[in-house]
């Protein structure tokens, strides 16, 4: 296929009744979980999830907020997959270049109690190959262009994991898709902004909005994956993008990155890099510093003196002087006060930035040159990747990090129980554990 009867493919894999997926395929989705509620119970203080939970208070409704509310299934999903972009720290595809469970987890959980004994975990796996299948055709492609991957495979993906957790036919779910695509938008000039974990917030609300409507008897255009005004083709322009049936057992899901630093995803190569340095001779006074990076890199991270914790993430320069200054680039080295420091706002003045066009968006390389010698790093796979993976103790680690402030002892409760939660579980997992703490 080439486009025309895609979205008869897309519907297929969709709406596929009692499918099995590999023991391997189920423990990703685990770790994704886990990842997610980490990330976005991290992320409840930030003024991106207090500002949007302050507008839209008041919603009625069974679906839980990750502060411990509930409200319409549309408003948990907006404030939970915001919340999971917040810090910039959740899973990345690197194939679609999309934060595909932020938006998907975020569905999922929110039309959760609209169905009983609902298989969750199998519902997410569903989107999250819907989405990443056809992202890895042309997620790059829409970041070069100035659109944000996320807002719109984000979307497709959590519109996916909807049809499939409510069980819709293959009518309505075609119509779902319809629905949940003519809204799917975002600009990676907002990135840097309270406007890129909003992306995800509302590629998760949109979703479910298009699922439930078209379970109601909504209408949208229910082949919109097709030719000739196939999505591919309306967003890229160019007419170089062909989508491809999604009907394969390569499961994306293994192919998933998880995020040990919190920023930009292209800017961890050049952080193990730096890392390496800092570990080799400690804090180092370089005359010069050149970092090589992908072009993509480049145009999305390349921000110079940034002023705000959001645009720290997005800053190489930034990210390379907290590596070389033995910082971990963790949540807290993202702070008002962190970007104050001189020491690390001096290093980052002196670092040259240059595209590779050779280099992987994986890879990286940094020659830092010290009185008379040259220091140098790289790396081919940024550690997270599916090549330099992360380990459970690793996301222990991370989710400890993340939640102790927020849960104290508690957390390690609640990392346990959704590491090992089984498939219809993990909104009861929440939903118990949060009502729990409410009376504490």
């Not at 270049?97 to 009983?116: C, D, K, N, R």
């Not at 033995?326 to 006060?337: E, N, Q, V």
């Amino acid at each position: 296929m080439e486009g025309a009867g895609l979205t008869e493919s897309v519907v297929t894999f969709v709406c596929a009744a009692g499918r099995k997926y590999p023991i391997e395929v189920m423990d990703a989705a685990r770790m994704c979980l886990v990842d997610w509620t980490g990330v976005a119970i991290g992320a409840l203080n930030e003024p991106a999830g207090t500002t949007l939970r302050r507008v839209v208070n008041g919603s009625v409704g069974r679906s839980l907020v990750l502060n411990g509310d509930t409200a319409d299934p549309w408003v948990a999903a907006l404030i939970n997959g915001t919340l999971a972009h917040s810090l910039d720290f959740d899973d990345t595809h690197v194939g679609s270049l999309t934060h595909i469970s932020g938006p998907t987890w975020a569905a999922v959980l929110a039309l959760a109690p609209e169905v009983e004994n609902g298989d969750l975990l199998g519902a997410f796996v569903t989107g999250f190959e819907t989405g990443a299948r056809l992202g890895i055709n042309f997620g790059p492609a829409l970041l070069e262009r100035g659109l944000h991957a996320t807002g719109i495979v984000g979307c497709i993906a959590a519109a996916a994991a909807g049809c499939a957790l409510l069980r819709l036919d293959q009518t309505q779910t075609a119509h779902a898709l319809g629905l949940a695509l003519t809204q799917a938008a975002g600009l990676t000039a907002s990135f840097g902004t309270m406007a890129k974990p909003f992306h995800a917030g509302k590629a998760a609300m949109n979703a479910v909005l298009a699922v439930q409507l078209a379970r109601a008897g909504f209408t949208g255009a229910p082949n919109i994956l097709d030719k000739p005004n196939d999505l591919a083709r309306t967003l890229v322009q160019d007419g170089t993008i062909q989508l491809s049936s999604i009907l394969n057992d390569e499961w994306q899901i293994l192919q998933n990155t998880f995020k040990p630093y919190a920023s930009c995803l292209l800017t961890h190569p050049s952080i193990d890099c730096a890392r390496e340095v800092y570990r080799a001779r400690g804090s180092v006074r370089a005359k010069r510093i050149r970092a090589e990076v992908h072009p993509l890199a480049l145009k999305l991270a390349g921000k110079k003196a940034p002023r705000t914790s959001l645009e720290g993430k997005f800053s190489l320069s930034y990210c390379i002087a907290l590596g070389l200054t033995g910082h971990r680039a963790s949540a807290a080295d993202f702070s008002d006060t962190q970007l104050r420091d001189k020491t690390i706002a001096t290093l980052a003045d002196r670092i040259e930035l240059t595209a590779d066009p050779m280099l992987r968006e994986t890879a990286a390389r940094l020659t830092v040159e010290i009185d008379n010698t040259k220091q140098v790093a790289e790396v081919s796979f940024a550690l997270g990747n599916p090549q330099n993976p992360m380990q459970w103790s690793d996301m222990e680690a991370k989710f400890f990090g993340l939640t102790n402030p927020h849960l104290g002892a508690d957390a390690k409760r609640l990392f346990e129980e959704l590491n090992t939660v089984n498939p219809s579980a993990p909104a009861s997992v929440l939903s118990r554990f949060f009502a729990r703490r409410s009376h504490v």
